[in-house]
């Protein structure tokens, strides 16, 4: 059984800095491509970041990049999201996921999802 299981959300201020983790069980992850989406209250979910299988490759949203940084330790099953210099517009319930596809942006690219971690950022 696959799980995916977020962690490290919370409430900061604009400009604060958070670590989200994925721990990850059930497959092998370095088999997998990884991604990190968001769904904001009344918003659709929507891409933020994404990391081949070895690491070596990553891709993010415009809106996000140069102040997130996806990354894996795939001996410790697990997926990050560093985000610094964070603003109120990316208050949501972030969410971490798997597929096999390399390094996709769409949902339905990532069969496997965790449950979401909140992030609410104060101005």
């Known amino acids: 059984q696959v799980q995916l299981v977020e962690a490290g959300g919370g409430t900061v201020q604009a400009g604060d800095s958070l670590r989200l983790s994925c721990a990850t069980s059930?497959?092998?992850?370095?088999?997998?491509?990884m991604g990190w989406f968001r769904q904001a209250p009344g918003k659709e979910r929507e891409f933020v970041a994404t990391?081949?299988?070895?690491?070596?490759?990553?891709y993010y949203a415009d809106s996000v990049k140069g102040r997130f940084t996806i990354s894996r330790d795939n001996a410790k099953n697990t997926v990050y999201l560093q985000m610094n210099s964070l603003k109120p517009e990316d208050t949501a319930v972030y969410y971490c996921a798997g597929g096999l596809s390399i390094m996709g942006t769409s949902r339905a690219e990532y069969p496997y999802w965790g449950q979401g971690t909140q992030v609410t950022v104060s101005s």
């Open positions: 059930g497959l092998v992850l370095s088999n997998y491509a």
């Open positions: 990391i081949n299988w070895s690491g070596s490759s990553t």
